[in-house]
């Protein structure tokens, strides 16, 4: 069936570090990607999203590209700040519900 | 513009008790997901609703779990006669109406069961 698979975490970076998540998809159609953020304690937000090949999904300094050869959709920031710090998690969707991966806790040290 | 609106925040339920949790979606969304996120998990889909209408309830349990959107009023997700492995945070999404079959879901701060 339909799956995503992400980078396990923690993923403990120093602040102005260069931050790559890894996610890979499975699907039977052409789904949209998204990466959503979980701050401690509150509900997921859309960080961004790509609905076709090659799309590229841009906010707060974070891109992802929609790479439909690889199946990839991995989660970029050239410079991290203390706050980014939370759970990143990567998500697919085509009729309705989204499929997400397990997620992955970034921390980011001063 | 109010964003997903969940209550309670926080529930604490005895084995046996019903929990009753109420989702208001964003203004001008008439669609709205369930997911249940276990700790340490991602989130995994229930059911998706329009109003009075059940579109897909393929990731919810076939006993004790039951939704609903009715054409007045929250979402409500109802878990009957709970259990020590209903604990878990349930979140509510809505959208607009699906363009270019995107299905972009905002979601609401959840509401975290714990069943003694």
């Known amino acids: 069936g339909d799956s995503v698979t992400q980078m396990e975490g923690p993923v403990t970076l120093s602040e102005e570090a260069f931050l790559t998540i890894n996610c890979t998809y499975t699907?039977?159609?052409?789904?949209?990607l998204f990466w959503y953020v979980q701050y401690p304690g509150e509900g997921l937000q859309l960080l961004l999203k790509a609905t076709k090949a090659d799309d590229k999904g841009s906010n707060k300094g974070f891109e992802a590209t929609y790479r439909k050869e690889t199946t990839s959709f991995h989660l970029e920031k050239g410079s991290v700040q203390v706050s980014d710090s939370a759970v990143y998690f990567c998500?697919?969707?085509?009729?309705?519900?989204?499929?997400f991966g397990k997620g992955t806790k970034l921390s980011v040290k001063p | 513009n109010a964003g997903v609106m969940q209550n309670p925040r926080h529930l604490v339920r005895r084995r046996g008790q019903e929990a009753r949790l109420r989702c208001s979606p964003m203004k001008g969304h008439s669609h709205v997901y369930w997911y249940r996120q276990l700790p340490e998990e991602g989130l995994k889909f229930m059911v998706y609703?329009?109003?009075?209408?059940?579109?897909?309830e393929s990731g919810m349990p076939k006993e004790r779990f039951s939704a609903e959107f009715p054409k007045e009023g929250p979402s409500i997700l109802r878990i009957q006669q709970v259990v020590r492995g209903d604990s878990a945070a349930y979140f509510c999404a809505s959208s607009p109406s699906p363009r270019g079959g995107l299905y972009e879901q905002y979601f609401g701060p959840g509401t975290r069961l714990t069943v003694t």
């Open positions: 699907a039977t159609g052409y789904p949209s």
């Open positions: 609703l329009q109003k009075e209408n059940i579109i897909d």
């Open positions: 998500a697919q969707g085509s009729q309705g519900n989204l499929i």
